[in-house]
């Protein structure tokens, strides 16, 4: 399974279709995909697990998301102010 997914991580462009998120506005598929990188992280971590099946979140939010954004959530999250629930 592990190589099925590095081909599919290797062939990504950008953002897939999301049925969660059918709208123009991807604002919330940004935040979402956010929130999951960093919850994967966290739990994969915790396990002692590669957190290679992380990337794809990252890739995804990082092709969505403004980078502004993604700079002020991660100084939320390090000074402890972040809002989300990780």
């Avoid at 994969?44 to 092709?63: D, F, G, I, M, N």
């Avoid at 700079?71 to 989300?84: N, P």
Wanted: with cysteine.
């Amino acid at each position: 399974m592990s190589g099925k997914f590095e081909e599919k991580i290797k062939k990504y462009r950008t953002a897939p279709f999301d049925a969660r998120f059918p709208n123009t506005n991807q604002t919330r598929n940004c935040y979402q995909n956010y929130l999951d990188y960093h919850r994967c992280n966290k739990v994969l971590s915790a396990k002692k697990q590669k957190t290679t099946p992380c990337e794809w979140y990252r890739r995804v939010y990082k092709s969505l998301c403004p980078i502004a954004w993604v700079q002020k959530w991660d100084d939320q999250r390090q000074s402890g102010t972040f809002a989300g629930r990780i």
